[in-house]
């Protein structure tokens, strides 16, 4: 699956079925995504269309981005962060004496995301666990 997301032409070559093989892919994500619902139901009780916004999608999806698109560990980067993030939230609504109850003390975080998107995409757009990994193996390449 990797060969065919980095090169469709060089999988080809080599003998992959496009077709089946993004087909694989989309039922390994549909399973992921069964098995997280179902999960998530069991945990809460119920599930309801109300309780995942757009928001909270495009959260997501920015901290993917952020942690390191096509890596485990920066899923994990992105929900470190995403699980920390109220804390410093609060920390900064606290240190900048904003009205934790005003418009822009409960929109901080989306505008901290935003930025963060933007900053990390501009100078590490292989995301922070792919610049990690590329710092790595070039420093690795020097010494040999």
Not at 81 to 86: C, K, L, M, V
Not at 130 to 135: E, N, P, Q
């Amino acid at each position: 699956m990797r060969l065919v997301r980095e090169n469709e032409v060089a999988a080809e070559l080599s003998g992959v079925s496009l077709p089946r093989a993004r087909v694989i892919a989309f039922m390994v994500s549909a399973a992921c995504a069964g098995l997280g619902g179902g999960l998530w139901t069991l945990i809460q009780g119920s599930a309801q269309s109300t309780q995942f916004s757009l928001a909270l999608s495009i959260t997501i999806l920015a901290l993917l981005v952020i942690g390191g698109i096509g890596t485990l560990s920066g899923a994990l980067i992105g929900g470190l962060i995403y699980a920390y993030s109220q804390i410093w939230i609060s920390w900064v609504v606290a240190q900048t004496k904003l009205n934790p109850n005003g418009n822009l003390a409960t929109n901080l975080k989306g505008i901290i995301f935003g930025v963060a998107l933007i900053v990390v995409m501009m100078l590490a757009p292989l995301g922070i666990a792919g610049t990690i990994r590329f710092v790595i193996l070039r420093r690795l390449a020097r010494h040999r």
